[in-house]
């Protein structure tokens, strides 16, 4: 089992930034990849970043070059800097843990809210 607890959402206006962090605990196995999906209301669930544990990213193309994800392995946490932020990011924001090689371990966050506002 892993867990996952995120935190850094909130209420920012159109322009300004947030920092959303994702801790991880439990049986951790390598090599695996860390995200970042969003779920705006009446929309289905999307990826916005993944990192892997050897540091190879990903981004949906609207978030690119706004948008940064990280990880700190020795701490288990992931991190996306969200920059430029457009009323079209507003969303749920869960964090996401797969295990490459093992089909079945993954888990999910229990979403932050991000709001942007015009």
């Known amino acids: 089992q892993v867990q996952l607890v995120e935190s850094g959402g909130g209420l920012v206006q159109a322009g300004g930034s947030l920092r959303l962090s994702c801790a991880a605990s439990?049986?951790?196995?390598?090599?695996?990849?860390m995200g970042w999906y969003r779920q705006a209301p009446g929309k289905q669930r999307e990826s916005v970043a993944t990192?892997?544990?050897?540091?190879?990213?990903n981004y949906a193309d609207s978030v690119k070059g706004r948008f940064t994800i990280s990880r700190d392995n020795a701490k288990n946490t992931v991190y996306l800097q969200m920059n430029s932020l457009k009323p079209e990011d507003t969303a749920v924001y869960y964090c996401?843990?797969?295990?490459?090689?093992?089909?079945?371990?993954?888990?999910w966050g229990q979403g932050t809210q991000v709001t942007v506002s015009s």
């Open positions: 996401n843990y797969r295990e490459i090689f093992r089909v079945g371990h993954e888990y």
């Open positions: 439990g049986s951790m196995f390598r090599p695996n990849a």
């Open positions: 990192i892997t544990s050897g540091g190879s990213t």
